[in-house]
């Protein structure tokens, strides 16, 4: 008898793993205990139902807030610093689409980063928008995208002859890499060009580290996910807009209440803005507290993984040119004879620790100001006995694996035109299409337009949009990938070992060249 939601969600709570991934509340926000499934699953929804409200009067509304959920707001702006904020339920997602949409004109030009999250490529084509892609910088090591420099964008702002609606980038990145927003804001600054920040990975900087947080440093726009670092419920997020912005831009707010009106549910839940509310309280009340305790934790974690001999962790906040949030642990597995998904598997049955994503090359475990410092403290002395165990074995010395097994291999996938892309993502996506096997992809005299989205979730940044060339060598690049145990998500074809394609002469008769 197959088992309902909730007796599945019991049961895997009840294998009580200790979560090192999101959400940041590590299912401990009653006391410090990991709480478990021992109680019934009607028992824990019959006391979420009590707050599980609709917009009457005295509950307020979060779509015009004029009594306690504006008070709320009102103490997060002065919280995080930003002029004018926003409680989002529809997750980063939502606020992500909402602030393209606002800075952006149907036409219009975005620069982004290529290493944004696949909402950022559905805010484009639902704006008909033409992207510029630029591509952060690399590291061949961990196979990663790293941070957004500011000579490449500025190069693309100024071979860019039309107008642009707004210049979007993520930081922190998925594994914790940092951009300078104060210099990238200052260019967009002096050109006129809002600038949106993804730093839904990054609400926990404020608190953290000041000195690497968007707000703070310029940003226009930032949206941030408090779910993934902070302590409340998965799909809350924040939007910020700072003063700058609405000096510079004053229809800005509008816009974006505009946008919200049309992506956010009529039907805000309240045990998530209550949720929201109770981070911002505990913040107020405890910050300074639970982020000291925090640095002393990771700080001690990473003197254990300094002994790290055939793994090797990535470097903590400012290592050399690099700027790195240490809360995210990523541990690269190149030279250790497993691979990430093969780490996490033993992290996970010999130790009882769930990560937060693994690939061919390595394994990403996240922490936050919620967590309990003997399980983070565990987390890496398992690494380190499992370090010890491979380096006897002298994996050390066995042959690296080939480059092209990596999540962003550099040379299957980027070393291309990047901005050659024959069609708008919108105009692709409304074009007739066929599923076309792999192998008739790899012996094609002529190359094909892509006609979906394939990306890998977590952490959900396309490999190849909806418009772009696909190349024989990226389908090697997909194969090798599937087989390292990667988890590839493709938006439209069924067949695992098959592509949605444009059909030649399918295109609409609007598609621009870009």
Partial sequence: MKKNLSESLDEYIDKKLYPMHMPGHKRRLKGNTLLTGSRTCEEKLASMALYDLTEVKGTDDLHNPEGFIRESVKRTEKLFGAASSRYLVNGSTCGILAAVLACCKRGDIIIAGRNCHISVCHAIELGDLRVKWVEPEYDPDFEIFTYMDKMKLEKAIKDTKERIGALIITSPTYEGYISDIGAIAGLCDKEGIPLIVDEAHGAHLRFTDRRHEAVENGADIVIQSPHKTLSSLTQTALLH???????????????????????????????????????????????????????????????????????????????????????KILINCKKSGINGVELSEIMREKYGYETEYANAYDLLAMTSMWDDEEKVLGFAKGLLIEDKSLYEKNASKKKERPLSQGIYSKGVIYDRDLLGSVMTIADAMESVFEEVSFEELKRADKERLCAEYIYCYPPGIPFIVPGETVKADFIRYLEEAKKSGSRILKSRSKDNDSISCIIDGGKPTSAKRI
């Fill in 241 to 327: 807009i700072s003063g700058k912005a609405i000096k510079s831009y004053p229809w800005i707010e509008r816009k974006i209440d505009e946008k919200l009106s049309v992506l956010e549910t009529s039907s805000p839940s309240y045990p998530l803005l209550a949720s929201i509310d109770n981070c911002v309280d505990q913040l107020v009340k405890s910050g300074e507290e639970l982020s000291g305790k925090y640095r002393k934790m990771l700080d001690r974690t990473y003197d254990i993984l300094k002994e790290l001999k055939v793994f090797k962790a990535a470097g903590s906040m400012d290592e050399g040119p690099l700027i790195r949030d240490r809360g």
